[in-house]
C-alpha cells in the first residue's frame, strides 16, 4: 500500500497517508494543511485511490484498506 502511495504526487500522498493509513478524518486534515474540507475531500477522492490498475477503498468496517477490483 506505501509503495503505491508513494506514486501519488506529494500533496495527495500525504493527505491519502493521513486519511488512510492514520485515520484522522477529512477536517482533522484540513486544519493540519490549513485548507478547506472541500480540498482534503478532492484529494482523497471519496475514499478511493486509483493507482498502478487497482483500486483500493478504505472499510470502515474492517479498519482497514480494502481491495475493490481492477481498472477496466
Do not use: W
Request: charged fraction near 30%.
Amino acid at each position: 500500500m506505501t509503495k503505491a502511495l508513494d506514486k501519488l504526487p506529494e500533496k495527495q500522498r500525504r493527505r491519502c497517508k493521513l486519511y488512510f493509513l492514520m485515520g484522522l478524518g477529512e477536517d482533522e486534515i484540513a486544519k493540519l494543511e490549513g485548507v478547506s474540507h472541500q480540498m482534503v475531500s478532492l484529494y482523497v477522492g471519496k475514499s478511493y485511490i486509483k493507482f498502478s490498475g487497482c483500486v483500493f477503498r478504505y472499510d470502515s468496517s474492517k479498519c482497514k484498506i480494502v481491495v475493490c477490483g481492477e481498472n477496466m
